[in-house]
């Protein structure tokens, strides 16, 4: 880390280093005395014996010590996240009851139900965005079909009023033919009526023919002829009126036709004024809007594109909300403890505005701290932490970062949970505790040695072996532990980094590489770290209240 490397080391030992330095006025390397350093100029003339590896990738994280307080655990309330029936309740108040563990299930076919119609929503309005985009490829060649279909229909304006023409010709002539009908059929009642005036006339006769003999003493064989003969009128008679009913109905029958035949004509000469008068004009215009309406088809269609593929979004967002409450129908305990109080019943309705059950937990009372907004962003719920009271260490982990300002301490409150059960009788409420954790990480970090990163100014370069000379990188670092110092820009994990610390290293300088095969990086002992202009220093963090502190706690020596 530059920052801590930079200006909190530099500033406590540059000063005292340098003046060793330059009133010694050498440039031996650290460890080396003036003898080894004359002896190894002999042996390579004025090359520089180092050595050289390849970065290491490792993950590296920074630990900082916060002071906190012990505070007490106190109640959860269970509120129910859907509403309706309780149709399995589970525990009743004094049981225990574990993190996860379904203490009631509310009757979910309602929410199967929602489910079920909003995948068939989703279904549906993509069939819709489907057909959609279907319907605007086939509005665009719909387009030049509708004017071709325009003309055609102008066309067939001539054709239809012929047909007009000659429906009424035929409407007439059916008309005139069941006029014929009706004055045939009349013609053949009063035919009938003579037929049956005829035969009542001959039945009269015979009647009072058979009524005279009767009187005047005839003979039976008489009498009986002249019965028989009256029968024979009489059956006359009837027939002749059957007949003259049924003349009477066909001349009825081909009234009616005549009449039908009269408002089929009518209904024709009206259908053929109105299609001269008004649907010629109205299909021409038709033609005419409808060649000019193609291109506002075309538009509404894109439009309808567009708008069903916001129906797709909002009904797989509807489909999201379903999943999730039909989810919500398993309550279960969010802590493990003691149930205190249920107000739920079997078979009876929960709500989401009120408490189902109340758990005492049973964990460790927490630690709280608080912490600057960089440190909060940084801190991740789930870290392990370990909190320290008089020398004793007991495992824990970060449960909450508050994302809001406390008021009393303008800081963001943390929450740590303690494991260890042995805590319960150590950790009381209100005592002061140490808390350490991970503030700042970085999974396969690309890293060097930490004796290998030089400084000129704020400027941060390292030396690689570039075909036997030293050739000077400038980079950008990240993360630095003890060890190692990461390197986010101007390094490839090809390059071979020097990792020999040298004051008399400089770019271009002529090299004897001792490990001539190279290797993965690996850190210097602590009292060989370098910064820029020859000054040495140890660096480790150290505990605080804060972000993470590097100091300086010692200087090399020439």
Request: some cysteine.
């Amino acid at each position: 880390m530059k920052k801590n490397i930079k200006k909190k080391i530099l500033a406590a030992v540059t000063g005292m280093t340098l003046a060793a330095v330059f009133l010694c006025g050498c440039t031996v390397p650290f460890g080396e005395s003036s003898e080894e350093a004359t002896e190894e100029g002999t042996e390579s003339d004025d090359s520089l014996r180092v050595s050289v590896a390849v970065p290491e990738t490792r993950d590296l994280a920074i630990s900082s010590n916060f002071s906190g307080t012990v505070v007490a655990e106190s109640e959860v309330n269970v509120i129910p996240l859907a509403s309706g029936e309780v149709v399995e309740k589970n525990f009743d108040v004094g049981d225990h009851v574990n993190a996860g563990e379904l203490l009631f299930k509310i009757d979910d076919e309602p929410y199967q139900i929602a489910l079920k119609q909003a995948e068939a929503q989703v279904t549906i309005n993509q069939a819709s965005l489907t057909s959609a985009k279907a319907n605007l490829n086939s509005a665009e060649a719909n387009a030049n079909q509708t004017r071709s279909s325009a003309v055609e229909t102008v066309g067939k304006i001539q054709y239809n009023a012929t047909k007009e023409d000659y429906d009424v010709q035929n409407s007439y002539v059916s008309k005139r033919k069941a006029n014929n009908t009706l004055k045939d059929a009349e013609d053949n009642v009063d035919l009938y009526k003579d037929a049956l005036d005829a035969a009542k006339s001959a039945r009269d006769t015979a009647k009072s023919d058979y009524e005279e003999l009767k009187k005047s003493g005839a003979s039976a064989e008489e009498i009986a002829i002249a019965k028989a003969l009256l029968d024979e009128r009489e059956a006359t008679v009837d027939k002749a009126e059957v007949t003259l009913d049924s003349a009477k109905r066909t001349a009825d029958n081909a009234e009616m036709s005549l009449e039908l035949s009269k408002g089929d004509y009518a209904l024709s000469e009206l259908h053929r004024y109105n299609y001269n008068t008004y649907t010629v004009p109205t299909t021409l215009y038709g033609a005419y809007a409808s060649a000019v309406g193609a291109d506002t088809s075309v538009t509404n269609s894109k439009a309808n594109v567009t708008s069903t593929a916001a129906g797709v979004k909002s009904a797989e967002a509807g489909l999201e909300n379903a999943q999730l409450n039909l989810e919500h129908t398993n309550v279960t305990a969010p802590v493990s403890g003691i149930i205190t109080a249920i107000n739920v019943t079997l078979h009876n309705m929960a709500s989401t505005q009120s408490s189902a059950y109340t758990i005492q937990s049973d964990e460790q009372n927490k630690i709280v701290f608080y912490v600057a907004e960089e440190t909060a962003r940084n801190l991740i719920p789930g870290t392990d932490a370990v909190v320290t009271k008089n020398g004793t260490d007991y495992p824990g982990r970060i449960i909450n970062v508050y994302d809001t300002v406390d008021s009393g301490t303008g800081l963001f409150k943390v929450e740590v949970s303690v494991s260890d059960p042995a805590a319960a009788g150590n950790l009381v409420t209100g005592l002061s505790v140490s808390i350490r954790t991970i503030t700042r990480r970085s999974d396969r970090a690309l890293t060097v040695p930490i004796n290998a990163v030089y400084y000129d100014g704020e400027q941060a370069f390292i030396y690689v072996n570039d075909k036997g000379f030293a050739k000077r990188l400038n980079v950008t670092t990240g993360l630095s532990d003890d060890e190692s110092v990461e390197i986010t820009e101007g390094l490839t994990p090809d390059d071979q980094v020097i990792v020999t610390w040298s004051g008399s290293l400089r770019d271009g300088s002529k090299l004897k590489i001792d490990n001539a095969s190279g290797g993965t990086a690996e850190a210097a002992p602590v009292s060989a770290q370098q910064p820029a202009g020859g000054a040495m220093v140890a660096a480790e963090p150290v505990t605080g209240d804060s972000d993470d502190v590097m100091v300086a706690v010692g200087a090399g020596e020439r």
